[in-house]
């Protein structure tokens, strides 16, 4: 794999969020492995002693001079983080790409998915000069997981009907987690439950929606990704209906899929062509734990709809942090990478 050019300066907006720590990951296994990376966060977790490229390093408070030098800026922390420094990071002369969803509605932060490109090229062009400091961003794993099966069925003159995803508790952080587990150990105790990040319980449980103190909302996780799915797929592709549950896992998105498949065996190609990996007719159907660290959506083979002709049903799953990450790097790769 060919490296980034020496000396090129990258930031992490957000570096201790979980979404902040496997792109770190990530981006020391790729072509910007020698880059000058930069880890930044908000002033309360500011001051943290971690290592990059196996060197001991301090993440920093965000303050003006942050941007400086820097030819990309990742943003993984919360939405509102993001939207709060974009400006400031884009008027460094730095191409930004977000992870957060904090820029879904800047008419100039463009999604991209670059695994894509070969079925459904991107709502723009893509491959600009660097120098332009645009603004791009890396769709979540449900999103991409929903554009790219809309895409490869459409391609295979199938159509996507609608998905339901299946929502992880890391999606709202460290935070998340560890409610999740503390509920699940007081519970089986017959204790009290803290209820601080969701404001309802959710070990042992589904929702449709958190409670009313809860400073987080699903509903606008169901914005983010109707609204990222209906740009990138356009006037080309019929949109599928799409939602969230929240349910008691700690990683990765489970989906179902409801799909028109005129001929199985001919999407089976077009979904690998469209960066999804499918899982052989003799393996275990994926599941939460079996996608963690997998790059991109996994899905089973389709099964009959028992009651609609030519209908047909699609179970999946994805690494909600690892396949936003991976597709971040490549954004950077297509752009930076020589």
Known sequence: ????????????????????????????????????????????????????????????TIDEDSFAGARIVFFAGSAGFTAKHAEAALASGATIIDMSGGLVTRADARPWIPALDSVLPPPFHANRSAKDGRAYISPSAPAQAAISLAAALNASGGRLHSMIFLQPVSERGQAGIEELESQTVKLLSFQPIGQEVFDAQVAFNLLDRYGPESTDRLSTDREVLAQVASVYL?????????????????????????????????????????????????????????????????????????????????????????????????????????
């Open 1 to 60: 794999m060919p490296s980034a050019e020496p000396g090129l300066r990258i930031a992490i907006a957000g570096a201790t969020s979980l979404r902040g720590k496997e792109l770190k990951e990530v981006l020391e296994s790729s072509r910007f492995a020698a880059a000058d990376l930069r880890l930044l966060d908000e002033e309360i977790v500011a001051g943290t002693l971690t290592e990059a490229g196996g060197e001991p390093t301090i993440v920093q």
């Open 234 to 338: 356009e006037d080309r592709v019929m949109l599928p209906a799409v939602n969230l549950l929240q349910v008691p896992v700690f990683y990765s998105h489970g989906f179902m899929a409801h799909a028109e498949i005129p001929s199985p065996e001919k999407l089976e190609a077009t979904l690998a062509s469209a960066g999804l990996k499918v899982v052989a007719d003799d393996e275990p159907a994926p599941t939460s734990i079996s996608v963690v660290g997998e790059p991109r959506p996994v899905i089973g083979g389709p099964e009959k709809d028992l009651n609609v002709e030519g209908a047909w049903w699609i179970w999946g799953a994805a690494d909600n942090l690892r396949v936003a990450a991976v597709n971040a790097v490549a954004i950077a790769e297509k752009l930076f990478g020589s």
